[in-house]
């Protein structure tokens, strides 16, 4: 009989807004929630997965662009987490090992509040108040109670719609509290309005390259793993 000791893999908890980001980071973690862009529903989950034993959390989704430093398709990995309440540190052992395994990543200050940035003067405003790289609804959730229990925790994100990119009033309602796409929400939005058309085709194209920039993060992180 071998002496060999099992040594328990890590639980990781992953936390995003929409359903479909859940589906990309399922590939690498069994622990994965979706807020639905509501931060109420976001940290009854992270507790839940807290509950069940997690031994971390990520925050890992698209973003709204806060620089020009990171354009959209940008992997940004924070450093740290500003909130209206203060700055969190995120783990640094992993942030060094993600920095190293996704290639063309940056690190900088990752954003958080509980309404979308949807103008060009909000994320101006936001940029100079915070001097982040990106903005989402959860980070600022999932660092929080990292902090409150003692977690170690990382935010992973790609920057969709960047610093001069209005949100179109069909993208700011898109989001269920599920997280999944209100269609239904969307389609009354443009009857109401069809001059934003244009602008949705836009932001749901830089969506997409900032979904295909996650799904070839997930593919490393699930080679590579979320810790070093």
Do not use: N
Request: hydrophobic content about 45%.
């Amino acid at each position: 009989m071998s002496d060999a000791v099992a040594v328990a893999e890590p639980q990781i908890g992953v936390i995003t807004g929409l359903a479909a980001e859940g589906a990309i980071a399922r590939s690498f973690s069994r622990h994965v929630v979706s807020g639905g862009g509501r931060a109420d529903h976001t940290e009854a989950w992270i507790k839940h997965l807290i509950r069940g034993g997690v031994t971390g959390l990520v925050s890992f989704g698209i973003a709204g662009g806060l620089s020009a430093e990171a354009p959209c398709g940008t992997i940004v990995i924070a450093s740290d987490v500003w909130s209206r309440d203060g700055v969190i540190q995120a783990h640094h052992p992993w942030v060094e090992h993600l920095s190293t395994i996704l290639a063309g990543s940056k690190v900088g200050r990752i954003v958080g509040q509980d309404k979308i940035a949807a103008t060009t003067e909000d994320k101006q405003a936001l940029a100079m108040a915070s001097h982040g790289l990106a903005i989402d609804m959860e980070s600022h959730v999932v660092a929080r109670l990292a902090a409150m229990y003692g977690l170690p925790f990382a935010v992973i994100r790609a920057i969709s719609d960047g610093p001069t990119r209005s949100l179109p009033h069909a993208a700011q309602v898109g989001m269920s509290p599920s997280g999944s796409v209100d269609f239904g929400a969307v389609f009354r939005s443009i009857a109401l309005k069809p001059t934003q058309l244009p602008g949705l085709i836009t932001v749901a194209r830089e969506a997409r390259k900032a979904t295909q920039a996650l799904v070839v993060a997930a593919d490393r992180l699930r080679v590579h793993g979320l810790m070093a």
